[in-house]
């Protein structure tokens, strides 16, 4: 259930269109006529682009009346950014793992430079 | 909570256009030591696999036309299996191969490691996976996350119930 909801999420971003909706609506709110504006198709294509982006809770619409601006919904966007920088700090820890390796092998070559490399001695 | 304020910080951008993520990363070593570090098994495994997770180096033959394969197992005694292959080598230069992960067994990316010489006893290492869709690719970032990524569920849960 909470995977089902995650991976709305990201394939609600996954398509360029909802990005740029997404991105438009991160200046302001907009309705469905002024999102739909700028593109080359129908207003039922970029209402169905909003109601995916509605589903994974990217977007709500207000009930007011006509003109029902859609809003973006930042927290959610938020935690993408969130989850993408958990990603890198995993990425960073093993790096840090890296550095442990590499001064491992600046000591195990003393001050030489690491042209003593076996291999081909191509090192520089 | 404050971001790192390092030198050698990690970078990571996820592509607009093409599902890829590069990360970018300086290292205090010369070139020749990253690329050993990268290439040789041993070396490799003792930095690659999770963070809490135990790795267990099956084959690393990073030569062109090699294969890697290596799985980690944690305290919960889940067991994840990664294999690929080297599709091409070159020393202290770059490295392309193929990444699977069992779990996932229909989506294979393509990882293109660039190393460069800083000078000064300075290199840097710019990785690019290239996935076969966005989805994937999503799917693969937040799965990097796993460990952490229970309180971001929870704290999506409790958001979409506010929606």
């Known amino acids: 259930m909470v995977a089902d909801q995650l991976s709305r999420v990201f394939s609600a971003l996954a398509d360029p269109t909802r990005r740029d909706l997404v991105a438009r609506l991160a200046v302001g709110d907009a309705t469905v006529n002024e999102l739909a504006a700028p593109y080359d198709v129908t207003l039922q294509a970029v209402s169905k682009h909003l109601k995916v982006l509605e589903d994974a809770g990217l977007v709500s619409r207000t009930r007011d009346a006509q003109r029902r601006p859609c809003h973006l919904e930042a927290e959610v966007l938020d935690l993408m950014t969130k989850w993408i920088e958990r990603y890198r700090r995993e990425a960073e820890e093993r790096f840090g793992r890296l550095d442990t390796v590499l001064a491992g092998l600046r000591d195990e070559h003393g001050e030489d430079q690491p042209s003593k490399d076996d291999r081909t001695g191509a090192g520089r | ?25 300086e290292f205090d070593a ?3 030591h990253l690329f050993r570090a990268w290439t040789e098994g041993d ?12 790795m267990h180096m099956e084959r690393y033959d990073c030569t062109t036309g090699g294969a890697w394969r290596w799985w980690s197992s944690g305290e919960d005694g889940v067991e994840h299996h990664f294999y690929g292959s080297f599709h091409e080598v070159r020393r202290n230069d770059r490295i392309v191969q193929t990444f699977s992960y069992e779990g996932f067994p229909d989506s294979v990316s393509l990882e293109t490691a660039t190393f460069e010489d800083l000078g000064e006893g300075r290199s840097r290492v710019v990785t690019v996976s290239l996935v076969d869709s966005f989805e994937h690719r999503d799917a693969f970032v937040a799965s990097g996350m796993e460990h952490g990524v229970v309180e971001g569920y929870e704290k999506l849960d409790e958001l979409l119930g506010t929606l």
């Open chain 2, 43 to 54: 070396l490799v495994a003792r930095w690659l696999g999770p963070r809490s997770q135990t």
């Open chain 2, 30 to 32: 010369p070139v020749a």
């Open chain 2, 1 to 25: 909570m404050s971001t790192s304020t390092t030198r050698n910080q990690t970078s990571i951008e996820l592509g607009d256009t093409v599902p890829t993520v590069t990360i970018t990363r």
